[in-house]
Every structure is written in C-alpha cells, then in structure tokens.
T-cell receptor, first 115, second 109 residues
C-alpha cells in the first residue's frame, strides 16, 4: 500500500502554545487528506477533510479556529493545534486518499500531550 | 446522518478458534472498507467491497458485503496471535466515509 508519514510522532507542549503536525503522502498524490482524533481504545473521530488548494471541511463540533488545517500541495497537509489545552491531549492521525470514496492510507499518528 | 454500527465491541478467543465481526449501516452504501489497527499502531487498509453480495478472501480472512449493501462481515478462520488488533469497517455513502466503532480482538495462545 501507499506510504504516509506523519511528523512529529510525539510532542509535549505547554498549555497555551501551538503545535503543528505534518502529514505527507510519500509515493502518491493525495487529492484528499483526513485528520482524525483517537482516544485510547476508541474509534477514529473524523475532525476534518481537506482537499488540495481549498479550505478544509470540518465536522460538527470541531472548532476550525482551534484546529487549523492547510493542504498546500498534493503531498502535504498540516494540522495546527492553536492555544493548546490539556484536554487537547490525544492521538492525532492523518490519512491520505485519491478521493473520498477511495481507500485511505493512514500515517503513524502523533501523540500530543499538553501539560 | 449516516451511522455505522459494529459488533461485538470486544472479543476474546482461544488461538485456533474462529472470529467474526459485523458491521451495519443505517443507509445503503456504495462501498465498504475494512481496516486493521494493531495495538499502538495506525489503521491499515485491508480491503474494499463494492458489489452487492460480494465475497472476498485474503488467506484466513473472509469479507462479505450484504445483498442490500447495508451490512458487512469479516470472518477470521483459526485465529492466530498475530490477528490481535482492532478491526474497523468504514462505510461509504453519499461521498461520506463513516467508521464503525471497531471490534477489538484478543487471542489467547
């Protein structure tokens, strides 16, 4: 399958700071990228869907001003958690796809801890 | 909105026993995908089913898509410890992909 990288894999930050997470599709052009949040032993919660060159579509309940998503190219999307709080601590996973109806290839995830 | 329910939530089996997880959608699906997430890992795409009544096999794994395209199942024959993980279905309808809650499989050696 296709390879998707995510950086950093782990990050610890102080409350009030911002953190940027990068998601890259390494061997294919991802028209669509997805950002998920996953709590321990739970399912994937879709946060937003982004298409290259256009604004991200956020799921209900996800604050777009807090979770900034940029999909600048067909191989790179970034998620910035602004003014992070301890309740933002979670596992964030991105995935890349050729389109919404196609299979998704997931990155390895980023473990965010806000102290 | 579209809902995808998956049962059971957890399953403990003895190594060598069979295992099945079921996925039910509130709406008719255009396709359904299955993913496996190992403990501490990320979801990995297993397969996509598109046709009504479709059955696909991958070694000991058998995937089925219901005739009405609203349900699906994943059956593992003779489980091994390497099968441990959470299996997610994801249903596609109206250009929206919705993940089920997952079934966590634990295998006792």
């Amino acid at each position: 399958g296709a390879v998707v990288s995510q950086h950093p894999s782990r990050v610890i930050c102080k409350s009030g700071t911002s953190v940027k997470i990068e998601c890259r599709s390494l061997d294919f052009q991802a028209t669509t990228m997805f950002w998920y949040r996953q709590f321990p032993k739970q399912s994937l919660m879709l946060m937003a869907t982004s298409n290259e060159g256009s604004k991200a579509t956020y799921e209900q309940g996800v604050e777009k001003d807090k979770f900034l998503i940029n999909h600048a190219s067909l191989t790179l999307s970034t998620l910035t958690v602004t003014s992070a709080h301890p309740e933002d601590s979670s596992f964030y996973i991105c995935s890349a796809s050729r389109g919404r109806i196609y299979e998704q290839y997931f990155g390895p995830g980023t473990r965010l801890t806000v102290t | 909105g579209q809902q995808v329910m998956q049962i059971p939530q957890y399953q403990h089996v003895q190594e060598g026993e069979d295992f099945t997880t079921y996925c039910n959608s509130s709406t008719t699906l255009s396709n359904i995908q299955w993913y496996k997430q190992r403990p501490g890992g990320h979801p990995v795409f297993l397969i996509q089913l598109v046709k009504s009544g479709e059955v696909k096999k991958q070694k000991r794994l058998t995937f089925q898509f219901g005739e009405a395209k609203k349900n699906s199942s994943l059956h593992i024959t003779a489980t091994q410890t390497t099968d441990v993980g959470t299996y997610f279905c994801a249903g596609n309808a109206g250009n929206m992909l919705t993940f089920g809650g997952g079934t966590r499989l634990m295998v006792k050696p």
